[in-house]
């Protein structure tokens, strides 16, 4: 199953694997190049599909959890002081994706969208520090009855070109369905209250809907 945001991308690619296999076939008379020409247009291919894949996932939908929203590494664990929207103390955490995890982004909460705003910037690796400032990014606030307000952010990086986020305010956010993609690797940060019992740790590998990340 494959993400709505990837299919004009896939066919697209999948046209021109298909005119360049056939182009290959017929203009390059040395079999080991057309060979080696046709095996990475295949990689390639294979590449684009893993990216924009869409697998289930069985979220224990609960308001004393708070999930994971992507796929990635635990890069961040730490006290800051979140100034968007908050202007107080939050726990942050961040996981990163690499190109080759799923990169839909998914709601960590149940609750009510009261803020959604894009902010342009640039393109830093997504591990910078300054990233989740100065990158192009969204902010997204959920309210939910047993852990107030919690804040997520997709964060840009250096390979992806494009946020796509989904969540309106005023709309109902239901754990572990979708609320975004980001194309082609980056981070989200998650600022949680200062007394969420983090159930991560640092390097950790998570799932987007399955892990938690936070437990009451």
């Known amino acids: 199953m494959f993400h709505k945001e990837g299919h ?11 005119g360049l296999f056939l182009i290959a076939d017929a203009y390059i008379s040395v079999s080991w190049v057309s060979t080696l020409v046709m095996v990475g247009l295949l990689i390639f291919l294979i590449l684009i599909l893993q990216f924009f ?39 942050q955490v961040s996981v990163f994706m690499s190109p080759i995890n799923v990169h839909v982004t998914r709601y960590p909460i149940n609750g009510q969208v009261v803020f959604s705003k894009y902010h342009p910037g640039k393109y830093l690796v997504a591990w910078h520090p300054k990233a989740s400032e100065e990158n192009e990014r969204t902010t997204v606030v959920v309210e939910n ?18 946020i796509v986020n989904y969540a309106e305010v005023n709309q109902r956010a239901i754990q572990g369905t979708d609320s975004g993609f980001i194309k082609f690797g980056s981070r989200v940060d998650l600022f949680l209250p200062l007394d969420a019992n983090i159930k991560v740790e640092l390097n950790q590998k998570v799932r987007g809907g399955e892990s938690i990340i936070a437990e009451k």
């Open 8 to 18: 004009k991308i896939i066919l697209l690619t999948l046209i021109v694997v298909v």
């Open 53 to 91: 894949r869409n697998p289930k996932r069985h979220t224990v939908n609960s308001d004393n959890t708070v999930v994971s929203p992507v796929d990635g590494k635990v890069v961040v664990i730490e006290e800051v002081f979140e100034k968007e929207y908050f202007n107080d103390k939050r726990i």
């Open 145 to 162: 009855k047993n852990y107030g307000k919690v804040l997520y952010r997709q964060i840009a990086g250096a390979l992806a070109k494009r």
